[in-house]
């Protein structure tokens, strides 16, 4: 796949990606949401979208996404919202140990997430 990048530009640019929207509305994603495309890019989508799209083909989590568009989780979030309400994302959310997914609120350890921590401080 070729990583073409998303023009991230100044506060502007990302008040017009968002359509001028601050937030993602009543539908939150956490940050390891994985999110996964439904169909392919239509001609005449914004280029974000279609970045999205072509990032999701395979399960892909919503800050890896933030990640690879360099854009603020917050923008992508919005983003997000607008593909998953026309159908072209679902969005899944991770198990925890109780089989439960969102709402169980279980971290993991502390030394793990100690861990995680180190490992993104290293990126």
């Known amino acids: 796949m070729i ?5 991230t530009g100044d506060p502007d640019r990302l008040y017009t990606v968002t359509g001028g929207r601050t937030r993602s509305y009543e539908r939150s994603f956490d940050l390891v949401t994985l999110i996964v495309r439904e169909s392919a890019p239509a001609i005449g989508m914004q280029s ?3 970045r999205i799209l072509e990032l999701s083909e395979r ?14 989780v917050g923008v992508v979030k919005i983003l997000l919202c607008d593909l998953l309400d026309s159908g072209r994302i679902t969005a899944r959310h991770p198990q ?3 089989g439960r997914g969102r709402g ?11 861990k995680v921590l180190v490992g993104l401080r290293n990126l």
């Open 3 to 7: 990583r073409r990048p998303v023009d």
């Open 48 to 50: 974000e979208h279609v």
């Open 59 to 72: 399960p892909v989590a919503v800050v890896e996404l933030a990640s690879l568009l360099d854009l603020p």
């Open 96 to 98: 925890t140990r109780n």
């Open 104 to 114: 169980s609120h279980q971290l993991p350890p502390p030394d793990t997430l100690k």
